[in-house]
């Protein structure tokens, strides 16, 4: 979680109780609001996630999306749980802090996203960067299978409805 980064989201978590992470925060959580009633957890108790102990310093308010099954860790915390979960190998050869899954950039002009994507593609090693274009390829057809069943169902109704209509008018 880097703190720094919600400014640019329209997406704001609230903390229903509690507060949420602040940057100097190490072994500290805020919990879902599913999480904290599945596991009955409230502010100051504590709470273990792959295999260590977090304080619970906040619950987020219900927002009906994946945070409320959520637990969100410090970076340094996350980075620190996925190092340990790597094989000794790479655990000798990687420092916790240089691991991170991924990261977001945030554009004021959304028209040069694939300039950027690019330029992070080939100024930074080991790194994959993708443009909104293929954010959009990847949901476009999930979308518009959905879109297709609405429709079909939508058909059904008419067919059904016309008939049912007919049938009365005879």
């Not at 879902?32 to 987020?60: E, H, M, N, P, Y």
């Not at 390829?137 to 518009?144: D, E, L, M, R």
């Amino acid at each position: 979680y880097d703190p720094g980064a919600t400014q640019y989201e329209s997406f704001k978590l609230k903390a229903a109780k509690g507060r949420l992470l602040v940057p100097e925060d190490r072994g500290k959580v805020v919990l879902g609001s599913d999480l904290a009633d599945q596991k009955k957890k409230a502010v100051g108790d504590t709470i273990t996630l792959r295999d260590q102990d977090f304080q619970i310093v906040g619950v987020l308010e219900k927002t009906l999306t994946a945070p409320d099954s959520s637990a969100i860790v410090p970076l340094r915390d996350a980075q620190e749980i996925v190092h340990a979960t790597l094989p000794e190998a790479f655990q000798k050869s990687i420092k916790p802090e240089q691991i991170v899954s991924s990261f977001a950039v945030y554009l004021q002009d959304i028209s040069k996203g694939k300039e950027v994507a690019e330029a992070i593609q080939k100024d930074v090693n080991g790194v994959k960067a993708f443009d909104p274009e293929f954010f959009k390829k990847q949901v476009s057809p999930g979308t518009a299978i959905f879109n297709l069943i609405i429709l079909s169902g939508a058909l059904i109704a008419i067919i059904v409805g016309g008939f049912s209509i007919a049938n009365t008018l005879t």
